[in-house]
């Protein structure tokens, strides 16, 4: 049986940064990850930064129309930044004198041991200490055909097939409006499905309104329940029911995108007494402890906010929790920013104008149409004037409760209303505060002033 301190189970942001800094700290560090290709985690090799990168080409392309190989070169460009970045990753670790780098996939053999299994090979070890952190999956929905496969994507496998003409996508969350938005502007025809009302359904009403008016031709077809998918050589088709009437839409790609779980199927936790919650995520206390002591669980598999930078801070607590004072938990995480990068960005943190009424809330609301604010020039400097700035203010308190931003820069712009939110700086104080002109931030003194 090999014995390490400490085995950090999948290479995700939290995982590879708390190996590194046990590593540095004397800490003789065991880090398994299932694939090479996943070396640095998801976010690294499939998720955020080539879907940027891919974002960011599209965006650069001036012409609408539909044009193959363009988007081929972009996803040739998006491999070779995502495999410096794989390789710089691994590096960080391998090169460290105390961590080992074990491929397979492992699973609980008891509360602090592991086998680690690749093909025929297997490898048992111990560790005082044991990090999961693997990350999540995608949803199969329980709808008849939906296995992905063929012309059925997972946002990993839509990004290295060829440019779909018309792309179905059933969803219209983070991934769905992403991709849509993306792909719409790689030339594809896109229609995106979802149950709810509208996209974004928890976003306020005039705030999804905006973010789908961003998405120039995408059909959006709403209050829709599917009910089977099926694919032939030619093409997909999605049938589902609206207004009580079934109806069929066809494309060559369709993606599901209908959310992400933990991803805890290979992990074989009840062996080790590791409890999980109905969802399959691990369950853990506000230190990210599980119900065995000793084994934590950081990022998506714990079954809170699903990004990468929260994964960041689930390594800053277990850390302090190992080497600190043990003091940081997740309960003092307040105003969480997130973004979905659509052309310009949606950046949001707090509650919406709705969340805000029924929470109780006596609430003024700061609201414009970036083509209307005059002090914002950085939007049309770059000719894209879209979008819509809206804060909703406590009226007893004049603390910020939330804002939603759609702009250019706005998912910068949001990271100051945050901190601000974070630090009790009034609505009034960030209304009469210096910016920087020209830039999208200024904005603030014209729509606060609103109020
Ligand atoms: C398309 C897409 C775009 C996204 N864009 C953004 C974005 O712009 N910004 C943002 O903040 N978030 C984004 N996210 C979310 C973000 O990617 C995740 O929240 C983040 O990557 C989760 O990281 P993690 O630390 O939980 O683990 P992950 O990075 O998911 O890593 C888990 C690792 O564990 C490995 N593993 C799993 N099981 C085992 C096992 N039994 N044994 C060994 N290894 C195993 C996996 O191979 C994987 O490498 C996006 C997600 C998707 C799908
Ligand atoms: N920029 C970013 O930070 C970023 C980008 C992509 C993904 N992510 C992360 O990945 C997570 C997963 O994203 P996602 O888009 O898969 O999930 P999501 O939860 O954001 O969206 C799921 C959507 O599917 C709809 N839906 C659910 N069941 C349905 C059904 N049967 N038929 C039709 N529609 C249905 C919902 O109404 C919702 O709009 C996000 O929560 C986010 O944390 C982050």
Same mark, same amino acid.
């Given at each position: 049986?090999?014995?390490?301190?400490?085995?950090?189970?999948?290479?995700?942001?939290?995982?590879?940064?708390?190996?590194?800094?046990?590593?540095?700290?004397?800490?003789?560090?065991?880090?398994?990850?299932?694939?090479?290709?996943?070396?640095?985690?998801?976010?690294?090799?499939?998720?955020?930064?080539?879907?940027?990168?891919?974002? /960011?080409?599209?965006?650069?392309?001036?012409?609408?129309?539909?044009?193959?190989?363009?988007?081929?070169?972009?996803?040739?460009?998006?491999?070779?930044?995502?495999?410096?970045?794989?390789?710089?990753?691994?590096?960080?670790?391998?090169?460290?004198?105390?961590?080992?780098?074990?491929?397979?996939?492992?699973?609980?053999?008891?509360?602090?041991?592991?086998?680690?299994?690749?093909?025929?090979?297997?490898?048992?070890?111990?560790?005082?200490?044991?990090?999961?952190?693997?990350?999540?999956?995608?949803?199969?929905?329980?709808?008849?055909?939906?296995?992905?496969?063929?012309?059925?994507?997972?946002?990993?496998?839509?990004?290295?097939?060829?440019?779909?003409?018309?792309?179905?996508?059933?969803?219209?969350?983070?991934?769905?409006?992403?991709?849509?938005?993306?792909?719409?502007?790689?030339?594809?025809?896109?229609?995106?499905?979802?149950?709810?009302?509208?996209?974004?359904?928890?976003?306020? /009403?005039?705030?999804?309104?905006?973010?789908?008016?961003?998405?120039?031709?995408?059909?959006?077809?709403?209050?829709?329940?599917?009910?089977?998918?099926?694919?032939?050589?030619?093409?997909?088709?999605?049938?589902?029911?609206?207004?009580?009437?079934?109806?069929?839409?066809?494309?060559?790609?369709?993606?599901?995108?209908?959310?992400?779980?933990?991803?805890?199927?290979?992990?074989?936790?009840?062996?080790?007494?590791?409890?999980?919650?109905?969802?399959?995520?691990?369950?853990?206390?506000?230190?990210?402890?599980?119900?065995?002591?000793?084994?934590?669980?950081?990022?998506?598999?714990?079954?809170?906010?699903?990004?990468?930078?929260?994964?960041?801070?689930?390594?800053?607590?277990?850390?302090?929790?190992?080497?600190?004072?043990?003091?940081?938990?997740?309960?003092?995480?307040?105003?969480?920013?997130?973004?979905?990068?659509?052309?310009?960005?949606?950046?949001?943190?707090?509650?919406?104008?709705?969340?805000?009424?029924?929470?109780?809330?006596?609430?003024?609301?700061?609201?414009?149409?970036?083509?209307?604010?005059?002090?914002?020039?950085?939007?049309?400097?770059?000719?894209?004037?879209?979008?819509?700035?809206?804060?909703?203010?406590?009226?007893?308190?004049?603390?910020?409760?939330?804002?939603?931003?759609?702009?250019?820069?706005?998912?910068?712009?949001?990271?100051?209303?945050?901190?601000?939110?974070?630090?009790?700086?009034?609505?009034?104080?960030?209304?009469?505060?210096?910016?920087?002109?020209?830039?999208?931030?200024?904005?603030?003194?014209?729509?606060?002033?609103?109020?």
């Amino acid at each position: 049986m090999n014995t390490f301190d400490v085995a950090v189970i999948g290479w995700g942001k939290g995982g590879k940064t708390i190996a590194g800094t046990l590593a540095r700290a004397g800490k003789r560090v065991a880090i398994i990850e299932q694939s090479a290709e996943m070396y640095g985690g998801a976010c690294i090799n499939v998720a955020c930064i080539p879907t940027k990168a891919l974002i /960011h080409s599209a965006q650069s392309r001036p012409e609408k129309d539909y044009d193959p190989e363009y988007f081929a070169r972009a996803v040739d460009s998006r491999n070779k930044l995502t495999g410096k970045m794989r390789d710089v990753n691994y590096a960080m670790l391998a090169d460290l004198g105390n961590v080992v780098v074990i491929d397979g996939v492992a699973r609980f053999t008891g509360p602090k041991t592991l086998v680690v299994e690749a093909g025929e090979d297997s490898l048992e070890l111990s560790a005082e200490t044991i990090l999961i952190n693997t990350g999540s999956v995608p949803v199969i929905p329980d709808i008849e055909g939906a296995e992905f496969g063929g012309r059925i994507h997972t946002s990993i496998t839509l990004q290295q097939a060829p440019l779909p003409e018309h792309l179905v996508i059933v969803g219209g969350g983070y991934i769905g409006i992403e991709f849509a938005s993306m792909f719409s502007q790689f030339g594809s025809q896109v229609t995106v499905i979802d149950k709810n009302p509208r996209p974004l359904h928890r976003e306020d /009403h005039d705030v999804s309104q905006v973010v789908s008016g961003l998405l120039d031709g995408v059909r959006f077809i709403t209050d829709a329940t599917v009910i089977r998918i099926s694919q032939t050589q030619d093409c997909a088709a999605i049938q589902y029911v609206w207004n009580e009437q079934e109806q069929t839409v066809r494309g060559d790609a369709v993606l599901i995108a209908l959310g992400r779980r933990p991803a805890t199927d290979s992990l074989d936790l009840a062996t080790a007494g590791i409890k999980t919650t109905k969802n399959g995520a691990v369950e853990v206390n506000e230190y990210l402890e599980s119900s065995v002591p000793g084994v934590y669980a950081l990022g998506d598999v714990n079954g809170g906010p699903q990004f990468t930078y929260i994964s960041l801070d689930d390594s800053r607590i277990v850390t302090d929790r190992i080497l600190g004072d043990g003091l940081r938990s997740r309960n003092d995480r307040q105003a969480i920013p997130s973004t979905i990068f659509t052309t310009p960005p949606f950046a949001k943190v707090g509650l919406t104008e709705a969340e805000a009424e029924k929470a109780g809330y006596s609430i003024k609301v700061a609201s414009k149409n970036v083509a209307d604010i005059k002090a914002m020039p950085k939007p049309k400097i770059v000719g894209d004037p879209r979008g819509m700035i809206k804060v909703i203010v406590d009226a007893d308190s004049d603390l910020i409760l939330g804002a939603a931003l759609i702009h250019i820069d706005a998912q910068e712009v949001i990271n100051l209303v945050a901190l601000a939110m974070r630090h009790k700086i009034t609505a009034s104080e960030l209304r009469d505060t210096i910016y920087i002109h020209p830039s999208s931030t200024e904005a603030l003194n014209e729509v606060l002033g609103t109020i």
